[in-house]
C-alpha cells in the first residue's frame, strides 16, 4: 500500500513537471549550455554575451568568479571587473546583486519550437 502511494505520488511529480516545461525527471547535467526563458533586455551584466540578461549570465559570472580565483578576494586587478556591488569584495554576493537587478527587469522571451519530425513525433 504504502510503495503504491510513494509511486502515485512520484507520478503526479512527473505530469506537473511535464506541464511546466521541465519535461524530465531527472536532473541537469552540469555543463550544458543553459536556456533562458526570462530575461532583461539589457547588456549590463552580460556575461554570455548574447546582449541579455537571464540565469545563464548569473551561472557564468559565478563560474568566472571561481575560475579566476577571484572568490573572496579583494576587487583589484583582474578581480575588480567581477565586483558588481561595489564593496570591494568579490564573492557571491556579487552574484546575488546581479540576481537583485535581474528580477527588477526580466520578462519572458521567445524560444524558438523544435521542429517537428514528419509524422507528428
Given at each position: 500500500m504504502r510503495t503504491t502511494k510513494l509511486l502515485a505520488l512520484a507520478g503526479i511529480a512527473l505530469i506537473i513537471g511535464v506541464a511546466l516545461g521541465t519535461h524530465s525527471a531527472?536532473?541537469?547535467?552540469?555543463?550544458?549550455?543553459?536556456?533562458?526563458?526570462?530575461?532583461?533586455?539589457?547588456?549590463r551584466f552580460d556575461y554570455n554575451g548574447d546582449a541579455l540578461l537571464?540565469?545563464?549570465?548569473?551561472?557564468?559570472?559565478?563560474r568566472r568568479i571561481q575560475s579566476s580565483g577571484c572568490n573572496d578576494a579583494e576587487a583589484g586587478g583582474g578581480c575588480a571587473q567581477y565586483d558588481t556591488n561595489g564593496d570591494g569584495t568579490v564573492n557571491f554576493d556579487d552574484v546575488q546583486f546581479v540576481y537583485d537587478y535581474f528580477v527588477t527587469c526580466f520578462q519572458p522571451i521567445q524560444v524558438p519550437e523544435v521542429a517537428k519530425k514528419p509524422g507528428g513525433r
Open positions: 531527472s536532473a541537469q547535467v552540469p555543463g550544458r549550455p543553459i536556456a533562458d526563458t526570462v530575461a532583461c533586455t539589457t547588456s537571464g540565469k545563464s549570465d548569473m551561472m557564468e559570472l559565478w
